[in-house]
Protein backbone atom coordinates (compact mmCIF):
# COMPACT_ATOMS: atom_id res chain seq x y z
CA UNK A 1 0.00 0.00 0.00
CA UNK A 2 1.23 3.30 -0.73
CA UNK A 3 1.38 5.98 1.17
CA UNK A 4 1.18 9.91 0.34
CA UNK A 5 2.11 12.76 2.20
CA UNK A 6 2.02 16.29 0.93
CA UNK A 7 3.81 18.36 3.55
CA UNK A 8 6.76 17.13 4.50
CA UNK A 9 8.01 19.63 7.40
CA UNK A 10 7.75 18.74 11.26
CA UNK A 11 4.30 16.76 11.12
CA UNK A 12 4.64 15.14 7.48
CA UNK A 13 8.10 14.16 8.58
CA UNK A 14 6.92 12.55 11.76
CA UNK A 15 4.24 10.92 10.05
CA UNK A 16 6.55 9.12 8.10
CA UNK A 17 9.19 8.01 10.52
CA UNK A 18 6.11 7.00 12.72
CA UNK A 19 4.80 4.92 10.17
CA UNK A 20 8.12 3.59 9.29
CA UNK A 21 8.52 2.51 12.82
CA UNK A 22 5.01 0.77 12.67
CA UNK A 23 5.23 -1.11 9.83
CA UNK A 24 2.01 1.03 8.17
CA UNK A 25 2.27 0.96 4.55
CA UNK A 26 4.56 -0.69 1.95
CA UNK A 27 5.71 2.74 0.41
CA UNK A 28 5.90 6.74 1.38
CA UNK A 29 6.23 9.31 -1.19
CA UNK A 30 6.70 12.61 0.52
CA UNK A 31 6.15 15.91 -1.96
CA UNK A 32 6.53 19.41 -0.37
CA UNK A 33 6.94 23.17 -2.37
CA UNK A 34 10.23 22.74 -0.92
CA UNK A 35 11.50 19.74 -3.09
CA UNK A 36 15.02 19.91 -1.17
CA UNK A 37 13.28 19.66 1.96
CA UNK A 38 11.31 17.02 0.84
CA UNK A 39 14.24 14.94 -0.25
CA UNK A 40 16.70 15.07 2.92
CA UNK A 41 13.32 13.73 4.88
CA UNK A 42 12.90 10.97 2.77
CA UNK A 43 17.05 10.24 3.20
CA UNK A 44 16.98 10.68 6.50
CA UNK A 45 13.90 8.62 6.99
CA UNK A 46 14.94 5.59 4.47
CA UNK A 47 17.87 5.06 6.95
CA UNK A 48 15.76 4.02 9.74
CA UNK A 49 14.32 1.40 7.95
CA UNK A 50 16.73 -1.33 8.46
CA UNK A 51 15.99 -0.78 12.57
CA UNK A 52 11.87 -0.93 11.38
CA UNK A 53 10.10 -2.11 8.74
CA UNK A 54 12.02 -1.65 5.32
CA UNK A 55 10.07 0.04 2.77
CA UNK A 56 10.74 2.96 0.14
CA UNK A 57 10.76 6.35 0.94
CA UNK A 58 11.19 8.19 -1.72
CA UNK A 59 10.64 12.41 -2.36
CA UNK A 60 8.13 12.67 -5.68
CA UNK A 61 6.04 15.05 -7.32
CA UNK A 62 2.11 15.07 -7.13
CA UNK A 63 2.57 12.72 -10.10
CA UNK A 64 4.10 10.13 -7.66
CA UNK A 65 1.15 10.15 -5.69
CA UNK A 66 -0.43 7.79 -8.44
CA UNK A 67 -2.13 4.78 -6.62
CA UNK A 68 -1.91 5.71 -2.66
CA UNK A 69 -4.38 4.30 -1.00
CA UNK A 70 -4.46 7.44 1.41
CA UNK A 71 -2.75 10.99 1.12
CA UNK A 72 -1.86 12.85 4.58
CA UNK A 73 -1.95 16.65 3.97
CA UNK A 74 0.29 17.98 6.15
CA UNK A 75 0.79 21.12 4.18
CA UNK A 76 0.49 24.98 5.13
CA UNK A 77 1.54 27.37 8.08
CA UNK A 78 1.53 26.44 12.05
CA UNK A 79 0.93 28.26 14.76
CA UNK A 80 3.38 31.01 15.81
CA UNK A 81 3.64 31.11 20.12
CA UNK A 82 0.23 32.34 21.46
CA UNK A 83 -1.63 32.09 18.29
CA UNK A 84 -4.24 29.97 17.70
CA UNK A 85 -5.57 27.07 15.44
CA UNK A 86 -8.48 28.93 14.07
CA UNK A 87 -6.11 32.48 12.83
CA UNK A 88 -4.13 29.84 10.58
CA UNK A 89 -7.53 29.44 8.64
CA UNK A 90 -7.10 31.84 5.50
CA UNK A 91 -3.67 31.22 4.55
CA UNK A 92 -4.16 27.36 4.59
CA UNK A 93 -7.43 27.60 3.03
CA UNK A 94 -5.12 29.19 0.15
CA UNK A 95 -2.98 26.41 -0.15
CA UNK A 96 -5.52 23.57 -0.22
CA UNK A 97 -6.86 25.41 -2.80
CA UNK A 98 -3.67 24.51 -4.94
CA UNK A 99 -3.39 21.31 -3.41
CA UNK A 100 -6.38 19.32 -3.38
CA UNK A 101 -6.73 19.25 -7.16
CA UNK A 102 -3.02 18.00 -7.97
CA UNK A 103 -3.69 15.22 -5.26
CA UNK A 104 -7.26 13.89 -6.84
CA UNK A 105 -5.58 14.35 -10.28
CA UNK A 106 -3.09 11.73 -9.31
CA UNK A 107 -4.91 9.82 -6.76
CA UNK A 108 -8.69 10.19 -7.86
CA UNK A 109 -9.10 7.11 -5.36
CA UNK A 110 -7.09 8.09 -2.11
CA UNK A 111 -8.74 8.75 1.15
CA UNK A 112 -7.67 12.29 2.21
CA UNK A 113 -6.52 12.54 5.44
CA UNK A 114 -6.01 16.49 6.52
CA UNK A 115 -3.84 17.76 9.54
CA UNK A 116 -2.92 21.12 8.80
CA UNK A 117 -5.19 23.31 11.14
CA UNK A 118 -7.36 24.13 11.91
CA UNK A 119 -8.14 20.59 11.16
CA UNK A 120 -12.17 20.49 11.46
CA UNK A 121 -12.22 23.39 9.25
CA UNK A 122 -9.83 22.23 6.65
CA UNK A 123 -11.35 19.07 7.04
CA UNK A 124 -14.36 20.84 5.70
CA UNK A 125 -12.29 22.91 3.00
CA UNK A 126 -11.24 19.88 1.09
CA UNK A 127 -14.59 18.67 0.85
CA UNK A 128 -15.49 21.15 -0.78
CA UNK A 129 -13.25 21.17 -2.77
CA UNK A 130 -13.42 17.93 -3.44
CA UNK A 131 -16.69 18.36 -4.51
CA UNK A 132 -16.21 20.87 -7.30
CA UNK A 133 -15.20 17.98 -9.62
CA UNK A 134 -16.43 15.12 -7.37
CA UNK A 135 -20.12 16.45 -6.41
CA UNK A 136 -20.69 13.06 -4.76
CA UNK A 137 -17.67 12.81 -3.47
CA UNK A 138 -18.18 10.79 0.12
CA UNK A 139 -17.59 12.88 3.41
CA UNK A 140 -16.11 10.01 4.85
CA UNK A 141 -12.89 9.93 2.39
CA UNK A 142 -11.97 13.42 3.85
CA UNK A 143 -10.95 12.38 7.22
CA UNK A 144 -9.32 15.09 9.88
CA UNK A 145 -7.00 13.98 12.44
CA UNK A 146 -9.16 15.93 14.28
CA UNK A 147 -8.96 14.79 18.02
CA UNK A 148 -7.13 11.61 18.25
CA UNK A 149 -4.05 13.85 18.98
CA UNK A 150 -5.85 15.26 21.78
CA UNK A 151 -7.48 11.88 23.01
CA UNK A 152 -4.21 10.68 23.19
CA UNK A 153 -3.30 13.23 25.69
CA UNK A 154 -5.89 12.62 27.81
CA UNK A 155 -5.67 8.87 27.75
CA UNK A 156 -1.71 9.38 28.59
CA UNK A 157 -2.55 11.95 31.61
CA UNK A 158 -5.40 9.93 33.28
CA UNK A 159 -2.94 6.68 32.57
CA UNK A 160 -0.18 8.19 34.14
CA UNK A 161 -2.22 9.54 37.11
CA UNK A 162 -3.82 6.05 37.70
CA UNK A 163 -0.86 4.22 37.51
CA UNK A 164 -1.30 1.86 34.12
CA UNK A 165 -0.77 1.94 30.54
CA UNK A 166 -2.67 4.26 28.62
CA UNK A 167 -3.25 1.42 26.33
CA UNK A 168 -5.73 0.54 29.56
CA UNK A 169 -7.52 3.97 29.37
CA UNK A 170 -10.38 4.05 26.94
CA UNK A 171 -11.22 8.15 27.24
CA UNK A 172 -12.40 10.29 24.05
CA UNK A 173 -12.12 13.96 23.35
CA UNK A 174 -14.80 15.08 20.92
CA UNK A 175 -15.40 18.58 19.12
CA UNK A 176 -13.06 20.87 17.37
CA UNK A 177 -9.17 20.22 18.00
CA UNK A 178 -8.68 22.85 19.60
CA UNK A 179 -9.68 25.82 22.48
CA UNK A 180 -13.49 24.39 22.37
CA UNK A 181 -12.29 21.02 22.68
CA UNK A 182 -15.01 18.75 25.19
CA UNK A 183 -13.18 15.92 27.59
CA UNK A 184 -15.86 13.12 27.62
CA UNK A 185 -14.96 12.38 31.00
CA UNK A 186 -18.28 10.54 31.77
CA UNK A 187 -17.84 8.17 29.51
CA UNK A 188 -13.94 7.71 31.00
CA UNK A 189 -13.06 4.00 31.74
CA UNK A 190 -9.90 2.02 32.82
CA UNK A 191 -10.03 -1.71 33.30
CA UNK A 192 -13.69 -1.99 31.98
CA UNK A 193 -14.99 0.31 34.75
CA UNK A 194 -16.06 3.58 34.89
CA UNK A 195 -12.38 5.67 35.04
CA UNK A 196 -13.85 7.21 39.02
CA UNK A 197 -14.73 3.84 40.19
CA UNK A 198 -11.12 2.57 38.76
CA UNK A 199 -9.29 5.47 40.54
CA UNK A 200 -11.00 5.07 44.09
CA UNK A 201 -10.37 1.02 43.91
CA UNK A 202 -6.15 1.82 43.34
CA UNK A 203 -6.74 4.82 45.66
CA UNK A 204 -6.06 7.61 43.43
CA UNK A 205 -8.88 9.06 43.23
CA UNK A 206 -9.63 11.59 40.62
CA UNK A 207 -10.68 14.64 42.60
CA UNK A 208 -12.01 18.23 41.09
CA UNK A 209 -8.00 19.19 41.36
CA UNK A 210 -7.14 16.24 39.30
CA UNK A 211 -9.54 16.75 36.45
CA UNK A 212 -8.74 20.27 36.03
CA UNK A 213 -5.06 19.57 35.71
CA UNK A 214 -5.56 16.50 33.39
CA UNK A 215 -8.26 19.17 31.24
CA UNK A 216 -5.28 22.10 31.61
CA UNK A 217 -3.01 19.30 30.51
CA UNK A 218 -5.02 18.14 27.35
CA UNK A 219 -6.71 21.91 26.55
CA UNK A 220 -3.04 23.65 26.81
CA UNK A 221 -0.80 20.90 25.48
CA UNK A 222 -0.15 22.47 22.00
CA UNK A 223 0.15 25.58 23.68
CA UNK A 224 2.62 25.00 25.77
CA UNK A 225 4.83 22.89 23.33
CA UNK A 226 5.02 25.32 20.95
CA UNK A 227 6.22 27.76 23.45
CA UNK A 228 9.00 25.43 24.37
CA UNK A 229 9.93 24.58 21.08
CA UNK A 230 8.21 25.74 18.56
CA UNK A 231 6.10 23.16 17.11
CA UNK A 232 4.40 19.89 18.09
CA UNK A 233 5.45 16.98 15.69
CA UNK A 234 5.73 13.32 17.79
CA UNK A 235 2.69 13.35 18.92
CA UNK A 236 0.65 14.20 15.88
CA UNK A 237 2.85 11.92 13.51
CA UNK A 238 2.10 9.13 15.72
CA UNK A 239 -1.68 9.76 15.39
CA UNK A 240 -1.37 10.29 11.54
CA UNK A 241 0.25 6.72 11.46
CA UNK A 242 -2.43 4.99 13.70
CA UNK A 243 -5.06 6.51 11.14
CA UNK A 244 -3.09 5.44 7.98
CA UNK A 245 -2.86 1.90 9.19
CA UNK A 246 -6.70 1.56 10.29
CA UNK A 247 -7.34 2.68 6.54
CA UNK A 248 -4.61 1.01 4.81
CA UNK A 249 -5.18 -2.03 6.61
CA UNK A 250 -9.33 -1.97 6.60
CA UNK A 251 -9.21 -2.34 10.29
CA UNK A 252 -12.55 -1.09 11.29
CA UNK A 253 -10.63 0.51 14.73
CA UNK A 254 -12.42 3.27 16.58
CA UNK A 255 -11.14 6.22 16.46
CA UNK A 256 -11.58 10.08 17.57
CA UNK A 257 -11.49 11.77 14.48
CA UNK A 258 -12.85 14.57 12.15
CA UNK A 259 -15.34 14.54 9.28
CA UNK A 260 -18.26 16.79 8.12
CA UNK A 261 -21.41 15.46 10.10
CA UNK A 262 -24.78 16.21 8.08
CA UNK A 263 -25.89 17.41 12.05
CA UNK A 264 -24.11 17.26 15.15
CA UNK A 265 -25.31 18.60 18.24
CA UNK A 266 -28.04 20.64 16.86
CA UNK A 267 -25.25 22.29 14.00
CA UNK A 268 -25.79 20.89 10.52
CA UNK A 269 -23.33 20.46 8.33
CA UNK A 270 -19.97 21.15 10.30
CA UNK A 271 -16.78 19.16 10.79
CA UNK A 272 -15.82 17.71 14.23
CA UNK A 273 -14.61 14.78 16.21
CA UNK A 274 -17.08 11.90 17.13
CA UNK A 275 -15.49 8.12 17.58
CA UNK A 276 -15.79 6.90 14.61
CA UNK A 277 -14.83 3.12 13.04
CA UNK A 278 -12.27 3.64 10.36
CA UNK A 279 -11.98 1.20 7.33
CA UNK A 280 -10.12 1.20 3.99
CA UNK A 281 -12.78 3.83 2.60
CA UNK A 282 -12.29 6.36 5.61
CA UNK A 283 -15.07 7.13 8.00
CA UNK A 284 -17.82 3.96 7.89
CA UNK A 285 -19.91 4.61 11.25
CA UNK A 286 -20.17 7.55 13.36
CA UNK A 287 -20.95 7.06 17.17
CA UNK A 288 -22.93 9.04 18.86
CA UNK A 289 -21.55 8.94 22.54
CA UNK A 290 -23.70 9.09 25.69
CA UNK A 291 -23.02 12.62 27.05
CA UNK A 292 -23.87 14.19 30.40
CA UNK A 293 -26.08 17.47 30.29
CA UNK A 294 -22.93 19.80 30.53
CA UNK A 295 -20.89 17.93 27.72
CA UNK A 296 -24.07 17.79 25.47
CA UNK A 297 -23.78 21.88 26.04
CA UNK A 298 -19.64 22.08 25.54
CA UNK A 299 -19.94 20.14 22.40
CA UNK A 300 -23.13 22.35 20.94
CA UNK A 301 -20.65 25.45 22.08
CA UNK A 302 -17.55 23.30 20.01
CA UNK A 303 -19.96 22.67 16.80
CA UNK A 304 -21.16 26.62 16.63
CA UNK A 305 -17.76 27.86 17.18
CA UNK A 306 -16.45 25.94 14.10
CA UNK A 307 -19.82 26.37 12.14
CA UNK A 308 -19.01 30.42 12.56
CA UNK A 309 -15.70 29.51 11.21
CA UNK A 310 -16.71 27.65 8.16
CA UNK A 311 -19.88 30.24 7.25
CA UNK A 312 -17.46 33.14 7.72
CA UNK A 313 -15.26 31.20 5.01
CA UNK A 314 -18.41 31.15 2.90
CA UNK A 315 -19.00 27.22 3.10
CA UNK A 316 -21.14 25.27 4.87
N1 LIG B 1 -3.82 18.14 13.42
C1 LIG B 1 -2.97 18.22 14.43
O1 LIG B 1 -3.19 17.64 15.50
C2 LIG B 1 -1.72 19.01 14.24
C3 LIG B 1 -1.63 19.82 13.15
N2 LIG B 1 -0.52 20.57 12.94
C4 LIG B 1 -0.54 21.41 11.76
O2 LIG B 1 0.17 20.78 10.69
C5 LIG B 1 0.57 21.78 9.75
C6 LIG B 1 2.03 21.59 9.40
O3 LIG B 1 2.81 21.89 10.55
P1 LIG B 1 4.40 21.71 10.54
O4 LIG B 1 4.75 20.44 9.88
O5 LIG B 1 4.85 22.00 11.89
O6 LIG B 1 4.82 22.90 9.58
P2 LIG B 1 6.13 23.00 8.68
O7 LIG B 1 6.28 24.43 8.31
O8 LIG B 1 7.25 22.31 9.33
O9 LIG B 1 5.74 22.15 7.38
C7 LIG B 1 4.79 22.58 6.46
C8 LIG B 1 5.32 22.21 5.09
O10 LIG B 1 4.30 22.55 4.13
C9 LIG B 1 5.01 22.91 2.95
N3 LIG B 1 4.11 23.67 2.08
C10 LIG B 1 3.59 24.90 2.30
N4 LIG B 1 2.83 25.25 1.25
C11 LIG B 1 2.84 24.23 0.37
C12 LIG B 1 2.25 24.00 -0.89
N5 LIG B 1 1.47 24.93 -1.47
N6 LIG B 1 2.50 22.83 -1.52
C13 LIG B 1 3.29 21.88 -0.94
N7 LIG B 1 3.89 22.06 0.25
C14 LIG B 1 3.66 23.22 0.90
C15 LIG B 1 6.19 23.74 3.45
O11 LIG B 1 7.21 23.81 2.47
C16 LIG B 1 6.58 22.97 4.69
O12 LIG B 1 7.62 22.04 4.45
C17 LIG B 1 0.26 23.13 10.43
O13 LIG B 1 -0.96 23.65 9.94
C18 LIG B 1 0.14 22.75 11.90
O14 LIG B 1 -0.64 23.66 12.63
C19 LIG B 1 0.55 20.51 13.78
C20 LIG B 1 0.52 19.67 14.87
C21 LIG B 1 -0.64 18.91 15.22
C1 LIG C 1 -0.38 22.12 16.99
C2 LIG C 1 -1.51 21.30 17.38
O1 LIG C 1 -2.56 21.37 16.78
C3 LIG C 1 -1.38 20.41 18.50
O2 LIG C 1 -0.27 20.03 18.88
O3 LIG C 1 -2.41 20.07 19.09
Known sequence: MKIGIVGAGFVGSAAAYAMVMRGVGTEIVLV????????????DILHATPFAYPMPVNAGDYGDLAGSCVVVLSAGANQRPGETRLELLERNAAVFGEIIPRVLSSAPDAVLLIATNPVDVMTQVSLEIARRTTPDFPAGRVVGSGTILDTARFRALLGRHLGISPKSVHAHVLGEHGDSEVLHWSGADAGAMPVSDFAEQVGRPVTDAVRAAIDEGVRGAAGRIIKGKGAT?????????????????????????????????????????????????????TLQPTLSPQETADLARSAGILKEAVTKLGIG
Open 32 to 43: DRNHDLAVAQAE
Open 233 to 285: WYGIGGGLARIVQAISDDERAVVTCSIVNPSVAGVENVALSLPRVLGATGVLE
